[in-house]
């Protein structure tokens, strides 16, 4: 268990240069993310939900409330590098479904932001945080801890 729990918070690439330029889509990429979120939230606390598209069948309330999760809580969890790797799957998932669901029969002009934000995060779940990252801290610790 802690072997997995180590490779879920590897920072990967661990050269300065990498991971300042990892550092900067983590904080651009989160930040601009974050802003969509931010209206969602706003959205399912106000109670308006009706308008929201319900891609997967999970009902519109449903639906929001997991893009508010992914967009919003996330996108802080990726500026900061907190579980990167999985923090970066419900906001490809979500930028999937949006791309190929939502906006499946629209132009690729309506999709094609949708995608640039999931080839992102793929690249993230590739790549992982880099070092500047509490991701590292906690690997840092975890191995620290292996070696006592």
Known sequence: MKEIIKKIFHPGINTSFESIGLLMVRIIVGAFMLTHGFGKLMMLLGGNTAMFPDP???????????????????????????????????????????????????PFASKELSLLYGSVYLMLIITGPGKYSIDQLIFNALDKKNKI
């Open 56 to 106: 997967i069948g999970i009902g519109a309330t449903a639906s929001l409330f997991l893009i508010v999760l992914a967009e919003f809580l996330c996108s802080i969890f990726l500026i900061f590098g907190v579980a990167t790797r999985l923090s970066a799957i419900p906001l490809l998932i979500g930028m999937l479904v949006a791309g190929l669901m939502v906006h499946g029969a629209d």
